[in-house]
C-alpha cells in the first residue's frame, strides 16, 4: 500500500512516497518559493541524479498537480497511476484540545483546523492550504492528519495549566500544548526498543533550528519544554525560547515596540541569532566561536546550559531517567554539543564515551554511553514521515 506523505509549509511544499507493505521510501522532493516562482527536487530511490527544475508554483495546488506529475512519469516517476497512492497523510503543528490523535480530515475537522488559526497563525495557514490543495486535485481518496500537538494531549493538567488567571484558560485555551511530538514519539519509541522496557523513563532532545525537549514514560509524554508556541524552552536558532514574561513588557515600553513588533524581536531576531550576532545556524557560529568570537562561544554555552537545565528538571520530575536521547539537525550532527550537555552529569546517571561520541557516524544510531553510567545515551536519527505514514496506514486500516 502505497501512502503520500505532505508536510506544506507558507511557500514550500514537501513529500515522501512510501511503500508500507515493504517498509521503503518510493520518492521525495520538495517544492520551493511557491507563490514566487519555483523550484522543484525530485528524486526517485535508486536514481543516481535527482530531478531538478523551475517551473511557476502559484499555489500549493499547481505544486501538487507537478507533483503527481512527476511520480507517474516514465521517467522520473515510480508510480503507474495516481490511483495507487491509497491515502495522503499531512502533517499539523497543532491540533488543539479536540484533535489529540491522528484523524482522517473531513469538513468538520478542517473547520476546527481553521478555528484554531488564532493560536497557530504561523504553521496553520499554509498546512491547510496544502490539505485543501490536495483533497482538490485528489478527492477520492482519505487524507489524514497527523498532529505534533497530539503526543501532549494526555499531559496532567498541572503540567499543562500555566499560572495565570483559569478563565483565561477557558475562554482562548491559553495552555501548553506542545510541539515536535511526531518526533519525539518516534526516538522514544526507537529508544524503548534499544532499552527492551516499554516502561522506560527517556528524556528526548529535538535540537535543530527549533528545539525541543520531552520527558517520556511508559510511552507518555509528561512533560515537554516549548508551550503555548513553539517560541518556549531553550534558545533556538531566532527564537529567545523561555525568558522572564516582564522583559517583554519592559522593551515594548523602551523601544517602542507594538506587539507585532516585540513577537518580532522573540521569534525572528533573537536566540542564537540575536546572542551570537553572527547566524542563526550552529555550524557558522562553531566556526565563529574556533576563530575567537567570544558571543559565538557565548551562543553555545548558553544553548548547553539551557539544555542541561531541563534535563536535570526532566529528571527529578520522573524520578530517574533510562535513556537520554538525542535527535534532529544539531542533537544528530553537533558532537561538541552533546559532550557539552553531557558533561558533569554523572550525579544523575547520565555519562557518555566521548571517543564514541567524537566518531558517531551521521545518519545511523549510534550508543553513546560511558561505562558503568546507569542511564544509557543514544543519537537516534528522527524520521517524521515514516511516523505519519504509519499513522496514516492504521487509520485506513480501521476506516469504517
Known sequence: MKILVVNAGSSSLKYRLFDMDRGTVLAKGNCERIGIDGIITHTVTGSKEPYKATPVFPNHRTAIEYVLRLLTDKKFGCLGSVKEIAAVGHRFAHGGERLRASAELKEEEIAYLE?????NPLHGPPAISGL??????MPDIPHVGVFDTSYYSDLPDYAYIYPIPYELYEKYRVRRYGFHGTSHRFVAGKAQELLGNKDAKIITCHLGNGSSITA????????????FTPQDGVPMGTRSGGIDPTVVTYLMKREQLTADG???????????????????????IREAAAKGNLRAQLAM??????I?????SYVAELNGVDALVFTAGIGENDRELRQEVCKDLDALGIAIDEEVNATCPRGEICELTAKGARARTFVIPTDEEYMIARDTLSIIQNRK
Do not use: F, Q, W, Y
Request: with cysteine; net charge positive; charged share 25%.
Open 262 to 284: 516585540a513577537e518580532k524581536l522573540l521569534n525572528e531576531k533573537s536566540g542564537l541569532l540575536g546572542v551570537s550576532g553572527v547566524s542563526s545556524d550552529c555550524r557558522d
Open 216 to 227: 517520556t514514560v511508559n510511552g507518555k509524554a509528561i512533560d515537554t519544554s516549548m508551550g
Open 301 to 306: 554555552k548558553l544553548l548547553a546550559h539551557n
Open 132 to 137: 485543501k490543495a490536495c483533497r482538490e486535485v
Open 115 to 119: 478555528s484554531i488559526v488564532p493560536i
Open 308 to 312: 542541561k537545565k531541563i534535563i536535570g
